[in-house]
C-alpha cells in the first residue's frame, strides 16, 4: 500500500514550501519508498487523519499515521530496515537531534523573517488572511514591518553558520560521506526558504551554498522539481 504523504501548499498546489515537510519528503526518496501526496493547507490541518495533529507533516502508511518529521524519520528507518538507513546508528538519532534542535533555533527565526510576506502571498484569501493573523499576533507587528529588517540581520545569520561551514570543509555532507537525515533538516530549512523567496541568503561562493547545490541534486532532483522563487 502507498504511502499517504500530508504536504503543505499554499494557493499552487505545486510549490511545497514546509520545512518540516520538505525533511520527509527528502527522508521517503532516501529510503526508495513511493508516497502519494495529500496538498494539505493552513486551514485544513486541523482536519488530517481526525485532527491527529496541529501540524504536518502527517503520513499514513497502511494502518499506522505518524506525525512530526523527526518522527517519521525514526519509523521509516524502524519499518524498512532493509532500505538505506536515515541514521546510521543511535549516535546518528542523537546528533540529528541536536541538529534539529539547531536549526530552528538559528535558521528557522531568520528565515521566517526573510519570507514572512512572500509565505503570505503564497496562500489563498481564507487562508492567507489565517496566516496575517496569526503571524501578526506572534511578532505582535504587522508583516510588513517584521520583513523590514532583513536586510539588516543578514551578516549576523550567515555568520552564524560557521559551525556548519567548517563542517563541510571535512566532509561533502552534515552526515559524512553520504547524506543523512541531519542533512535534510537544514536542507528543509534552506529549500523552505528557496521556494518562498527571493530574497539571497547565502552567497553563491559560500561552501555552505554548494552543499545545498548537492542536496537539490539528490534522489534524482526531487529537490529541483520546485522551482526556485523569482
Known amino acids: 500500500m502507498t504511502i499517504l504523504f500530508y504536504d503543505l501548499v499554499g494557493h499552487d498546489t505545486e510549490r511545497p514550501f514546509s520545512p518540516h515537510c520538505w525533511k520527509t519528503k527528502m527522508a521517503l526518496a532516501h529510503k ?7 496538498p494539505t493547507r493552513f486551514l485544513e490541518v486541523p482536519k488530517v487523519e481526525g485532527g491527529v495533529s496541529k501540524t504536518v507533516p502527517v503520513i499514513r502508511d497502511g494502518n499506522r499515521v505518524v506525525v512530526d518529521s523527526f518522527a517519521i524519520a525514526l519509523y ?36 521566517a523573517t526573510v519570507a514572512l510576506t512572500d ?9 492567507g488572511r489565517y496566516f496575517r493573523e496569526d503571524r501578526e499576533r506572534r511578532y505582535g507587528k504587522r508583516l510588513e514591518d517584521v520583513v523590514a529588517n532583513r536586510d539588516a540581520g543578514l551578516s549576523a545569520f550567515r555568520a ?12 561533502p ?18 529549500q523552505w526558504a528557496r521556494i ?8 553563491d561562493s559560500d561552501s555552505i551554498a ?3 547545490e ?9 529537490g529541483r522539481q520546485v522551482a526556485a522563487a523569482a
Open 119 to 127: 509565505l503570505h502571498a503564497m496562500q489563498d484569501e481564507t487562508n
Open 32 to 38: 526508495g519508498l513511493a508516497a502519494t501526496k495529500v
Open 76 to 111: 521509516l528507518d524502524e519499518a524498512y530496515p532493509d532500505r538505506p538507513t536515515l541514521f546510521s546508528g543511535e549516535g546518528g538519532k542523537a546528533t540529528a537531534r541536536f541538529i534539529e534542535r539547531w536549526s530552528q533555533l538559528t535558521i528557522h527565526p531568520y528565515v
Open 210 to 212: 554548494r552543499w545545498f
Open 160 to 171: 552564524a553558520l560557521e559551525p556548519l561551514r567548517s563542517t563541510l570543509t571535512y566532509q
Open 214 to 222: 548537492r542536496c537539490l541534486d539528490l534522489h534524482g532532483g526531487i
Open 196 to 203: 518562498a523567496s527571493p530574497f539571497q541568503l547565502l552567497d
Open 173 to 190: 555532507f552534515i552526515g559524512g560521506a553520504s547524506p543523512l537525515f541531519a542533512d535534510y533538516i537544514v536542507f528543509g530549512a534552506l
